[in-house]
Each structure stands twice: as structure tokens, then as C-alpha cells.
């Protein structure tokens, strides 16, 4: 059977959303952050950034920063509570529209959220079941993200969260669950596989003596 996975937005989720981050030593995690993730690696849910970087397209910085950023992420997942990302997916690209303007980096892609491109490509690669996942993010964009690609959406209330539920951004998003951050989207989403546990095993059928 196809693994269950929690897809992560990367700034304002796993990291406090700080803008565009020019200096890799500038990358800290939100409080209680690598600590989620292990529970998630626990119950043996795949865990999957996937994040919308557009750095290198607008000219801020080079791909390989992008790359350090996360090497960074990674090793303070991993020193906090041996916690850790079992995929990496971001979409460096941006349309000449939306403000590209770096020929490798400059197009319209399906990777690019709320484009559900991120979550095929990891979804085909490591046999996930998108229907029976969770998407994490602090956008509007997330919420659609996993809705346009039929998993269930959740919105931390940490980086911009606070906005879309206050009608700024994009208020017409309805997210599955609200929550204060990522470790209480982990306890929900616990929550919510006890839960069809119990429902399934409340299904089969009872074995006769």
C-alpha cells in the first residue's frame, strides 16, 4: 500500500518566516518545530518540504544558497530532536509575470504552488497515497495546494497565518484544520489516524469461536 506523508511549506512552518534569507546562520526553526517532525517520523509518516523559493529567480541569490538554507534545516531538525526531512522538494521558478527575471529560473511550472506539481513528483517517487496525506503551510496557497491535489489541508497560525484568517489574504480558502503551529498540527493529525484506526477496526468483521 502507498505510504502516508506529511508535506511541509518550509518559511513561517519549520522556520520563522523572516522574508527572503540572505545569510544561511539566519535560518531558525519555530519553537516546538523539530520536535512535530520526530513525532511525524514516529508514526512513520513520510515527511516532504515542499516550498515555493523564488529567490534565485528574482536575482537575490544563486540555487546553492537555497541548498545551504536547507542544509541547514536539516542539521538543526537533526541536533534538536533527531528529527528529520525524508524529502526535499522546492520550485525555484517564477514567471516572467510574477517578477523572474533570470533566464534559468524564469518560466511557469507546475511546481509552483498552488500547483500541485510538488506533490505529484514526490508522490510518483516515493509511492505516496496524496489522498490519505496532510499538507502543512502558513499560506492560503497551501490550503489550495492540497486541496487541488485531494489531500487534507492544514493552516499554522505562525509566519502568515494570522493573515489569511484575518480576510487580508486570500480569506476565501477554507483549511481542514486551524492550528497554533506545527506541534499542534502534529497532535491533530495523530489525532485523526487514531482515530481511522479505530474506525477500521471497528469494521472488520468479529472472528467466531
Known amino acids: 500500500m502507498s505510504q502516508r506523508a506529511v508535506f511541509l511549506d518550509r518559511d513561517g512552518v519549520l522556520n520563522i518566516e523572516a522574508g527572503y534569507i540572505y545569510r544561511v546562520e539566519d535560518l531558525h526553526l519555530v519553537p516546538g518545530v523539530a520536535q512535530a517532525v520526530r513525532q511525524f517520523n514516529d508514526q512513520g509518516l513520510f515527511c516532504c518540504l515542499v516550498s515555493n523559493q523564488s529567490g534565485p529567480a528574482r536575482g537575490y541569490y544563486p540555487q546553492s544558497h537555497v ?86 489541508g492544514i493552516l499554522v497560525q505562525t509566519g502568515y497565518g494570522d493573515r489569511v484568517l484575518s480576510g487580508d489574504y486570500q480569506h476565501k480558502t477554507r483549511p481542514d484544520y486551524i492550528a497554533r503551529d506545527l506541534p499542534d498540527a502534529a497532535d491533530w493529525i495523530t489525532q485523526q489516524l487514531a482515530n481511522q484506526e479505530l474506525y477500521s477496526s471497528s469494521k472488520k468483521p468479529s472472528s467466531s469461536s
Request: with cysteine.
Open 67 to 152: 541548498d545551504a538554507l536547507h542544509d541547514r534545516l536539516c542539521d538543526l531538525l537533526k541536533h534538536d530532536a533527531n528529527a528529520r526531512l525524508d524529502a526535499l522538494h522546492y520550485c525555484p521558478d517564477l514567471s516572467p509575470m510574477e517578477g523572474g527575471i533570470v533566464p534559468e529560473f524564469t518560466r511557469w511550472t507546475t511546481w509552483r504552488k498552488p500547483n500541485t506539481g510538488m506533490l505529484v513528483a514526490a508522490a510518483w517517487q516515493y509511492d505516496l497515497d496524496i489522498r490519505r496525506s496532510f499538507m502543512v503551510g502558513d499560506k492560503a496557497t497551501d490550503v489550495d495546494l492540497a486541496h487541488n491535489a485531494g489531500c487534507t
